[in-house]
């Protein structure tokens, strides 16, 4: 079952039935009309984690449910903190609110995105603060509710939750990417933000799964997880956040973006992965 709202798609059960949450908040691409930017919709998909919410789909016919942002990336991060305002972008240079830089405004990629991977600019305007406010209210602030209602709710019901914050990344870093220009990436890489997210049993779960199927996988490199992983995780109260990315050229064209054969391999792949951790958290769910 899926329910859609203006920044997002819910799919799968209600109510949780399993211990495991997913999400995808870079699959996107539904373009709002007030975006504004001066390059194409083709290229405003430059960030987006294409397909990710298709590839992890078959999770809520086994009972998990799945949270997908609907607008792109670009248009607003939701695996960014509310207060990450590039001040660059907006008009008088300054933001009223509160304001938590991460330091990605230097390469363009806060809150609201100034640039492509490449450097072009997105827009050939200032962002009004009130046009920031509405984008935060209507898209990023349901997002993180919508998730943290979740875990929240599998939490009480099982006493624990682990969710998995789904992505997907470039075969080779960009201009502006991680480890520098034109880095290879491995096949899957793992965030835990070094082992502060989730138990450190969990992500090595994870990696010897996906490894146990001739994967490639990095943790924590060069990715470590960003605030969706940070902001709702606390392992000591049994609530488990792990960033998993993939590579995108394991499924699909880049320049295309359109699908290739190793898409179904990897939906399949996947659902193998779901099908384990829905044993490993039964099991650390079970009474003994």
């Known amino acids: 079952m899926s329910r859609d709202t203006l920044s997002l798609s819910l799919h799968g059960p209600v109510e949780p039935r399993t211990p495991l949450v997913l999400d995808s908040p870079h699959s996107g691409f539904d373009f709002p009309a007030d975006f504004g930017a001066a390059v194409s919709e083709f290229e405003l998909r430059d960030g987006e984690d294409c397909f990710v919410d298709e590839l992890w789909m078959p999770a809520t016919e086994r009972g998990v449910g799945l949270i997908a942002a609907r607008a792109p990336r670009t248009y607003i991060d939701c695996n960014r903190h509310a207060g990450d305002i590039d001040l660059a972008l907006v008009e008088g240079g300054r933001w009223p609110g509160e304001h938590v830089p991460s330091g990605k405004a230097r390469l363009g990629k806060a809150l609201i995105w100034r640039t492509l991977d ?65 880095t290879p990436r491995a096949d899957v890489v793992l965030g835990d933000r070094d082992g502060t997210t989730c138990d450190t049993a969990f992500t090595e779960f994870v990696r010897a799964h996906l490894s146990g199927l001739g994967y490639d996988v990095r943790v924590n490199d060069p990715y470590k997880g960003v605030e969706l992983v940070r902001a709702y995780s606390n392992p000591a109260a049994r609530r488990m956040s792990l960033q998993l990315e993939v590579n995108k050229r394991l499924y699909m064209d880049e320049a295309t973006r359109e699908k290739t054969a190793g898409f179904a391999t990897l939906r399949r792949n996947l659902a193998t992965l779901v099908d384990a951790l829905l044993d490993y958290t039964a099991s650390a769910t079970r009474p003994h």
């Open 118 to 182: 490449d450097g072009r600019a997105i827009y050939e305007r200032k962002l009004g603060i009130d046009e920031v406010r509405r984008r935060i209210e209507h898209y990023h602030r349901p997002y993180h509710r919508a998730l943290r209602e979740r875990i929240e709710t599998t939490h009480a019901r099982f006493g624990a939750s682990w969710h998995i914050d789904c992505h997907s990344m470039n075969a080779v870093a960009g201009a502006q990417g991680e480890g520098g220009a034109g």
